[in-house]
């Protein structure tokens, strides 16, 4: 069965993605559950990810200078031109555009890690960027709400909260994953776990995903009318970015694994880190977190398609 899910692993995405569809609409007691569970669920994902990467030979990876500079110019010099002109489409609604903005200016550090590793990206070094990425858009993201929103709003983001799920799904799983990797070599019971975890990566994926569209597909069904209008921003944003990071990475002379990489993290977005950080803004902002959602939903679509179409594209490295 494992095997069969490897072989086929894009169907079993997408069976998940409507799996959590599903239950979440006809099961709406569900939502409660699962919105608890998509944190946890996503660190174990996590967990398993930095498990099959081998942390000994990261060396090469923390040296390139090359690599790291790239995605930090693709993410917060290009990246918010390009928000900046696509959030116009929205900028009649304050609301909508503070969840466009949070969830478009913050690069994701998480699942992108998988999806690139699925298409051939280089996961050592997206592996090293995602606590500095982490770090950057934690200190940038306050200048550009400030230049997008003005003083008064900044004055009212909690950030507490970023810094928790930050804890939590990369941090602690990063953690424990080298140490298992590390007893490895003396502990079979160690061996064991890198080897199960390996294993089940492609089924807690389809977990994952099944649970983060359970936990939030009702609330976007309620405010479907409102939120129909940000689909377009968002699937505008990834076809944009898409192009740009392949340009940028061939730009920079990086290898292939490393262009796929680029273009991965000018992609996917952080919204499930950053989604706890819009839920703590005031009560007047509520609809904002399901604008958040609304991207996830749309990027895990993006994903998936992304996974096929990167490896087909002819990325010669100069």
């Known amino acids: 069965m494992l095997s069969w899910m490897q072989r086929y692993q894009v169907w079993c995405y997408l069976a998940g993605l409507a799996a959590g569809a599903f239950i979440g609409l006809i099961a709406p007691a569900v939502t409660p559950v699962a919105e608890n569970a998509v944190l946890p669920v996503l660190g174990v994902l996590l967990f398993a990810t930095f498990l099959g990467i081998p942390m000994d030979k990261m060396g090469p990876a923390f040296r390139d200078s090359k690599f790291l500079s ?6 917060f010099v290009l990246v918010p031109i390009v928000v900046c002109g696509i959030s116009r489409i929205v900028a009649h609604d304050d609301v909508v555009l503070v969840g466009v903005l949070f969830t478009l200016l913050t690069p994701c550090i998480d699942y992108v890690i998988v999806f690139a590793g699925l298409a051939g990206g280089d996961t050592h070094r997206l592996l090293v960027t995602a606590p500095i990425l982490m770090i950057v858009q934690m200190l940038l993201l306050p200048l550009y709400l400030w230049a997008f929103l003005g003083a008064e ?3 009212s983001v909690e950030f507490r909260p970023f810094v ?14 080298l140490v298992i990797q590390k007893s490895a070599a003396y502990w079979r019971w160690a061996r064991a776990w890198k080897a199960a975890a390996e294993a089940l990566l492609v089924p807690l994926m389809v977990v994952t995903l099944a649970t983060v569209v359970a936990s939030q597909i009702g609330g976007v069904e309620n405010q479907v009318h409102k939120l129909l209008g940000v689909i377009p921003v968002y699937m505008l944003f990834a076809v944009i970015m898409v192009p740009v990071g392949l340009v940028v990475g061939r730009a920079a002379r990086l290898g292939v694994p490393q262009q796929r990489a680029v273009v991965f993290s000018g992609v996917t977005r952080n919204s499930l880190v950053i989604l706890p950080l819009v839920l703590a803004l005031p009560a007047h902002y509520d609809l904002a977190a399901l604008v958040v959602v609304t991207q996830t939903l749309v990027e895990l679509v993006v994903m998936v398609i992304l996974v096929q179409l990167l490896p087909r594209l002819r990325m010669d490295a100069r």
């Open 164 to 177: 928790d799920a930050f804890l939590l799904i990369v941090l602690i799983p990063l953690l424990l994953a």
């Open 70 to 75: 790239t995605v930090l110019v693709l993410n």
């Open 153 to 155: 709003f900044l004055g």
